[in-house]
């Protein structure tokens, strides 16, 4: 009931920036809590990105926090992951996700929170 479309990968430079876009459509967008996943050959997939229903708050893994910002607009049923400062070691297929339950700091970590999935968008960072 929920489509997910990402959009604004591509093949960058460590050090360049990127910015991710997820269209949202079929449910109202407001009552699902979102995020960012990515995978990476060879590695499970880990919670890069969450943002609460309100975009109230915000959580980032170590690896990202400072350098990547999760903003969603609800007028518009927007997800957007802004990375600055790509590293080689960001390669992976990112997807946008969202989640029909509140979340909290531990449970948004896990992937099977989160009830819809988009198809991915590619990107890749070399050095």
């Known amino acids: 009931q929920v489509q997910l479309v990402e959009s604004g990968g591509g093949l960058v430079q460590a050090g360049d920036s990127l910015r991710l876009s997820c269209a949202t459509s079929?449910?109202?967008?407001?009552?699902?809590?979102m995020g960012w996943f990515r995978q990476a050959p060879g590695k499970e997939r880990e919670l890069v990105a969450a943002?609460?229903?309100?975009?109230?708050?915000?959580n980032y893994p170590g690896s990202v926090k400072g350098r990547f910002t999760i903003s969603r607009d609800n007028t518009k049923s927007m997800l957007y992951l802004q990375m600055n400062s790509l590293k080689p070691e960001d390669t992976a297929v990112y997807y946008c996700?969202?989640?029909?339950?509140?979340?909290?700091?531990?449970?948004?970590?896990?992937?099977?929170?989160?009830?819809?999935w988009g198809q991915g968008t590619q990107v890749t960072v070399s050095s």
């Open positions: 079929g449910r109202t967008f407001s009552d699902y809590a």
């Open positions: 996700v969202a989640a029909s339950r509140a979340l909290t700091p531990s449970t948004a970590t896990f992937s099977r929170w989160y009830d819809y």
């Open positions: 943002i609460s229903r309100n975009g109230g708050n915000t």
